[in-house]
Structures are given as structure tokens and as C-alpha cells.
């Protein structure tokens, strides 16, 4: 009979649930099983992770019933929702009870929420040094996951709470690559002044997540935070110079300049940004560079990150505005 424990893993195609099933199927003595949770078993990714050894089953966060199916029999659950998706911080909070419902229904022995914080414990909505978005908060993507924090502990589910760092990957993906100015110079814009960005490779938050499984009672009821490097805009600048053999230069903007780009998302990801900047010592803090190490001694820095992807960074013609304002 076989005896390993079976980890199901929500968003196993996309960034972060990829790389736990990969980390997961890695480890083939490891005593775990992957169940990889999508929408289509029939997609390039699925069948992927199927040919890697994964049992793949379709599940659709918004039917909490799908869900029930999927962690039925499962020991563990990494849990995370898809903000950019749709936008909606309140469709976010029933996704997650959705989870949280299922993993209790299932007796889910561990847990892993990706979560980040609720920055409204920091920033009140009737702080004015930024504008309240959607009526009731303030970086709409965060607060929602923090809010919803309450509905594992509600629940009594014995849940790690994982704070996770901006991916590097949005240079690749989410449009926040340098970009090439009028005056020709490359530009990578940040509204960050000379306060440090935790960042990390997306597939090192997997890796991670893994480990925490593997340890057991050891993270459950706890929050723990990951990161790969904090770093300036100067320093981030300086190592894309080097990695992509032209000078890129720091455009330090100001949260309300990057506000007023006009892309979807702009005004929570300026707030975003401005939390990060203004609450640099507790948001770095949050997530220990020693701690993640020791979690992922494999854990990339930006620089071997870009070693490895820097020919996929897109060079673009400015859509964020290439000028220091
Ligand atoms: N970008 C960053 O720097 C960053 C940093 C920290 C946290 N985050 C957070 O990370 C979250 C996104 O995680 P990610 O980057 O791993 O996502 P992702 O790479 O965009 O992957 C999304 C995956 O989720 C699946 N999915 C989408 N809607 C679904 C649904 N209704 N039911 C079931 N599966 C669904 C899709 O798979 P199928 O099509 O196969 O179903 C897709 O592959 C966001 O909430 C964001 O706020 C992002």
C-alpha cells in the first residue's frame, strides 16, 4: 500500500502551486504525494506535471464543493488565490472560505495559506498618506489575504501562514521590466526611493512551502515570511546593468506618480509599493533572509535569478513613464 502522505496543491499550473508540485515530485524518497488541483487536467501544464508523476484532478475555487473532492484524503493543502484574476478582494475572501470550508470538511492535517499582510493595520483608512481604494482598503490584494487569515484560525485548521515576496518574475511577466526612455536609456521604474524590495524567484516560494510540510507540527499556527534578497531600486538597477550588458538606470517615482499610470491595478500596486517603502524595517523583517535559507538552502539571489532569465526579460518601449518624477 502506499503509504505517502498526499499534498494537494491549488494552482499547480501558475507560479507559486507549480513550484510546490515540482519541489514535491523532486523529491522522490521524500514520502509525499502531489495532487495537482486545475481547472483543465487536459492543458500542456497539467499533463506535464501528470507525465512528472502527479495525480492531476480539476477543481474550480469558486465551487466549494469541486473542493471538498479535491482534499478528500489529502494530509496537506498549500492554499492560494489569484487576485489579478478578477480583481475582486471579496471574491478573494469567499475563495478562501471556500478553502478553508474544504480543508476543514476534509480533516486537512497542514495547511499552507499564502497570504500577505493586511496593511490597514498599518495604514488606517483614515490615514491620508494614501487614498483608500474600493470603499475599505488600502492595498486592495493584500488586505483581502490578510482578512482572510481568520477564516483557517476560525476553523481551528492547523495552518502555516506564509508571507510571500514579490516575484522577479514580473520582469518577465507583469510589465515591470526596464523600459526604454525617449531619451533611448533603459529605465526600471519603482516608487520605492532608497527603501529595499524583498524579492524572490517564484519558484523558490515552492521550494520553500515544501519544507515546511516536511517540518511537520513545527510552522503550524505561525506566520513565516521569504525572501531571496532585499534590494534597493539602485541595487536591482545595477544588477540588470550587469546582467543584460546595458545600462539600466533607476527611475525612483513617486506612489503618486506610479498611481497615475493607468494600467489595471495601478492604484493598489502604488499603494502596495508605498507600504513596502514606508514600512521597510517591518515588512523586510517579516521575512528573514537566514530564515529562508535555512528553510531553501537552493534559494536564488536576483543575481543568479537573472543568470538564468534575463534573456526572457522583454526590453519594451515605455508604458510606465521612463523620467525620474
Ligand atoms: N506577482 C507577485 O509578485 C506576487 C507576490 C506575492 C503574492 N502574489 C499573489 O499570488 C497570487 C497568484 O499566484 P500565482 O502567481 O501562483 O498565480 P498564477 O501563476 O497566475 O497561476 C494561476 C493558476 O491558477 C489557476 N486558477 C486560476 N483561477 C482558478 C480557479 N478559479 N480555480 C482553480 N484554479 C484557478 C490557473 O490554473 P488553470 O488554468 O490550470 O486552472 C493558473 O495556472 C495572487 O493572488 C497574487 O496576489 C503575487
Not at 57 to 74: M, N, P, T, W, Y
Not at 101 to 118: F, P
Not at 173 to 192: A, Q, S, V
Not at 284 to 299: D, I, Q, T, Y
Request: glycine content about 12%; overall charge neutral.
Amino acid at each position: 500500500m502506499d503509504e505517502k502522505k498526499i499534498i494537494a496543491v491549488i494552482g499547480a499550473t501558475g507560479a507559486q502551486g507549480g513550484g510546490v508540485c515540482r519541489a514535491i515530485l523532486k523529491d522522490v524518497g521524500g514520502g509525499y504525494r502531489v495532487r495537482a488541483l486545475t481547472r483543465n487536467a487536459g492543458s500542456g501544464k497539467a499533463q506535464e506535471l501528470k507525465k512528472l508523476g502527479a495525480e492531476v484532478v480539476e477543481v474550480d475555487i469558486d465551487d466549494a464543493e469541486s473542493l471538498k473532492r479535491a482534499f478528500h484524503g489529502a494530509h496537506g493543502a498549500f492554499c492560494v488565490t489569484f487576485f489579478w484574476e478578477h480583481f475582486s478582494p471579496e471574491k478573494e475572501m469567499a475563495e478562501v472560505k471556500n478553502m478553508a470550508d474544504a480543508a476543514k470538511d476534509a480533516g486537512v492535517r497542514h495547511v499552507i495559506w499564502s497570504t500577505l499582510e493586511d496593511t490597514r493595520e498599518w495604514v488606517p483608512l483614515d490615514d491620508r498618506r494614501m487614498p483608500t481604494l474600493m470603499e475599505k482598503y488600502k492595498v486592495p490584494h493584500f488586505d483581502a489575504k490578510g482578512e482572510a487569515n481568520r477564516l483557517f484560525s476560525e476553523r481551528g485548521l492547523p495552518t502555516t501562514f506564509l508571507l510571500t515576496s514579490f516575484y522577479w518574475e514580473n520582469l518577465i511577466h507583469f510589465g515591470m521590466g526596464p523600459k526604454r526612455g525617449e531619451d533611448g536609456n533603459l529605465y526600471f521604474t519603482l516608487p520605492m526611493g532608497d527603501k529595499k524590495l524583498p524579492g524572490i524567484a517564484s519558484e523558490d516560494i515552492g521550494k520553500c512551502a515544501y519544507a515546511i510540510f516536511r517540518k511537520g507540527r513545527e510552522f503550524i499556527g505561525k506566520t513565516v515570511g521569504i525572501a531571496g534578497e532585499h534590494l534597493t531600486g539602485g541595487q536591482m538597477a545595477a544588477a540588470l546593468t550587469k546582467a543584460l550588458g546595458q545600462e539600466v538606470r533607476y527611475n525612483a517615482v513617486s506612489p503618486e506618480v506610479f498611481r497615475g499610470f493607468g494600467f489595471p491595478g495601478a492604484e493598489d500596486l502604488g499603494n502596495m509599493f508605498q507600504f513596502k517603502r514606508d514600512f521597510e524595517s517591518v515588512f523586510c523583517g517579516a521575512r528573514s533572509l537566514v530564515f529562508s535559507k535555512a528553510l531553501n538552502p537552493a534559494m536564488q539571489t536576483f543575481e543568479t535569478w537573472l543568470a538564468e532569465n534575463g534573456d526572457r526579460i522583454p526590453i519594451e518601449k515605455g508604458s510606465l513613464r521612463a523620467s525620474g518624477e
